[in-house]
């Protein structure tokens, strides 16, 4: 259990948590969500001790162990391997290791303070400790993670100051997810990661037992794996039964609710204003007056939220014609080195109006495609064949980051204007995109994330095109710009190709995937949820016809490599009867909870339609909503445990047919 009390802390004027208090209970899974510079990372450091409330109580239990992936770097040793630092997981492991090195020494060197027998005793209960936390198969978990989140098997002994920043931060993921720890805090773990990367994350945190705290502007991973949200906005924190989705529609029913009730004591408070005023003179009023008077300051208003809706503005203005097809790749191979190959006979067309996301592993060549398909870059080998009349727009990924720092919003814009377009043009482009009156004069140090990108925007429309071609856009954007960003692309009338890990993102704006895998680029002439189908569909068809190939070659491995499969897949099988009988004891628990509330409010509505002067109209009004919302948070977590029970079942079955 994490408890927050009355938690007030600041920095300087500033008022970070003002009389915050929530709770998160052992075991549920909370996103932390709010706008950028809320407190979200500070939240964490506080749970973990790094910093102190200046007021209230923290609860955090004492002997829980606490996983904490930060968004930068954490500490390591350039020399190390990938893999070593990888093992040496977070939490009870490299102590008890260390600990047992040390009575290994003693007894090879002796010891004269302590007998033989003491030592091998302590030794051996390590040991048995040692393998109980998964001590023993740590290398392997460890090398299986490291897979997961992309990296090759000849990767596992580079030392880590080989790798970039991106890939340094998916193996401190790595580390902090081997420790297997009570207390799972992540802090945007998706930043660096492709799609593979966090699907396999999500399939990873999915299984997670202990307490998890989940910072992110990634809606796939909230709504997939956490039941709570807790919202951090004006130095409090409020939390909702439910995850993101649950959390946008009941925030924004509060919202109107508030909004009916300020409005209410708003008229309240103007008439009795009015009356004051005009019966204040009156002797024989005086009485009621001073009544009114009271009444008055005793009205206290009502706190509407703030609108967490994105308010900048994202329109993009209507493309100029093109011809039907936008752009071709015939037999293009690309490579930047001698032998080395990115792409190989790539053999590609795009249509006009197509709304394309390309996805694939870092490192695979989604951005060498990105800038073949906008003319960026000349391929080593085939054509590119641009559409008649096609104007590219292009955003590279790190424009928003190499932007002028002491250049401002109209002098970018009017620097990428044609040279017949107009300074009250540019003005009008730049307003367009919310930088109206004195905004145009905005330096870029001082912009927001949001910001940059609508700059990015309004310098790429200045001279509107009709193929728009995007590299990672969304990486500066919380989560409402996101969604306003998603809409604008979703909505407009030109070819728009781009990259993004945003899976969510890429769900809303794409009608047509490309995948970049092993040089190669496959089209897929659906949206993400119909790649997914299609590559979960390969994905069995392969695993099918490999084991038809291993039964027809017959047995190839040892006596004793099958006995230890058979007992790796009867431990296996094991752990899962567990978490089965778990989640089956749940989803049974919830469906007879909800049936019983759904019997209950059937009764409670027969009795609403009976007309009777006995029936407490407001009473049962209020069980009934009641109800609802119990219903509604039952039926969240009856589909968390269900999806959940459906993965699981899926492993034990195919651990029980090998």
């Not at 390590?126 to 290398?139: A, D, K, M, N, S």
């Not at 919302?629 to 090998?658: C, F, G, H, P």
Request: include cysteine.
């Amino acid at each position: 259990m994490i408890d927050f009390k009355n938690v007030f802390k600041s920095y300087g004027a500033r008022d970070i948590f003002n009389d915050a208090s929530f709770r998160v209970e052992k075991g549920e899974h909370a996103g932390v969500v709010g706008p950028n510079g809320s407190g979200k990372s500070t939240l964490f450091a506080m749970i973990c001790d790094e910093l102190s409330a200046d007021r209230g109580d923290i609860t955090v239990p004492q002997k829980a162990r606490i996983g904490l992936l930060h968004q930068q770097l954490d500490f390591f040793r350039a020399e190390e391997s990938l893999i070593s630092y990888a093992s040496a997981a977070s939490g009870e492991l490299p102590r008890i290791q260390s600990r047992m090195r040390e009575l290994e020494t003693l007894l090879a060197e002796g010891c004269p303070d302590r007998s033989q027998s003491d030592i091998l005793n302590e030794l051996g209960h390590l040991q048995t400790t040692f393998e109980h936390l998964g001590g023993y198969e740590i290398r392997h978990r460890a090398a299986a993670a490291l897979a997961g989140l992309g990296f090759r098997e000849e990767d596992l002994e580079r030392p880590m100051g080989d790798f970039s920043g991106g890939w340094q931060m998916r193996a401190c993921m790595a580390r902090t997810l081997l420790g297997e720890p009570d207390i799972l805090l992540l802090d945007e773990p998706s930043n660096y990661l492709d799609i593979p990367a966090v699907e396999w994350l999500q399939r990873r945190l999915k299984l997670f037992e202990g307490t998890l705290m989940l910072i992110s502007h990634d809606r796939y991973l909230l709504n997939s794996l956490t039941d709570v949200t807790l919202e951090v906005n004006n130095g409090k924190i409020t939390r909702y039964p439910g995850n993101y989705q649950y959390y946008i529609r009941e925030r924004e029913e509060r919202r109107r609710h508030a909004e009916a009730a300020a409005s209410n004591v708003e008229r309240r408070k103007e008439q009795l204003e009015r009356n004051i005023d005009r019966f204040r003179a009156k002797a024989t009023k005086a009485a009621q007056v001073q009544s009114w008077i009271k009444m008055l300051d005793r009205i206290e208003d009502v706190e509407v939220p703030d609108d967490l809706h994105f308010s900048g503005t994202i329109r993009i203005p209507p493309p100029p014609h093109s011809g039907v097809e936008t752009v071709r790749l015939e037999g293009v191979s690309h490579a930047y080195e001698p032998g080395k190959t990115i792409l190989r006979e790539v053999d590609l067309h795009i249509e006009r109006g197509e709304k394309v996301g390309i996805i694939g592993y870092n490192g695979a060549g989604k951005t060498t495609l990105l800038k073949i398909l906008a003319g960026r870059l000349a391929p080593s080998e085939g054509r590119r064949v641009p559409g008649h009349k096609v104007v590219v727009g292009y955003q590279a990924q790190e424009f928003a980051e190499l932007l002028p720092p002491e250049m401002c919003v109209y002098d970018i814009v009017k620097q990428a204007a044609a040279p017949d377009v107009t300074g009250q043009r540019v003005r009008e482009i730049v307003g367009a995109f919310g930088f109206s009156g004195d905004d145009a004069g905005k330096i870029c140090k001082v912009l927001s994330g949001g910001e940059k990108i609508r700059l990015c925007f309004a310098r790429i429309f200045v001279n509107p095109p009709n193929f728009l071609v995007l590299d990672e856009p969304t990486t500066h954007l919380d989560i409402a710009a996101r969604e306003a960003l998603q809409k604008s692309l979703h909505d407009y009338q030109g070819t728009v190709c781009m990259v993004s890990h945003d899976v969510e993102f890429l769900r809303g704006a794409a009608d047509v995937i490309l995948e970049v895998r092993d040089h190669r680029v496959t089209r897929y002439p659906g949206g993400y949820d119909y790649y997914r189908e299609r590559i979960q569909q390969q994905s069995q068809q392969n695993a099918g016809e490999k084991t038809g190939a291993a039964a027809a070659a017959g047995p190839v491995v040892s006596g004793d490599s099958q006995k230890e499969r058979r007992k790796e897949r009867a431990a296996r099988r094991a752990e899962l009867s567990k978490d089965k009988k778990r989640l089956e004891n749940s989803v049974s628990a919830l469906e007879k909870e909800i049936e019983e509330a759904e019997a209950e409010k059937s009764e409670i509505i027969a009795l609403l339609s009976a007309p009777s002067n006995e029936i407490d109209f407001a009473a049962l009004q209020k069980k009934l909503n009641l109800l609802d919302r119990r219903i509604e948070e039952s039926t969240v977590q009856w589909e968390k445990d269900a999806e959940s029970l459906e993965i699981l079942m899926k492993e034990y079955n195919e651990i029980r047919e090998s």
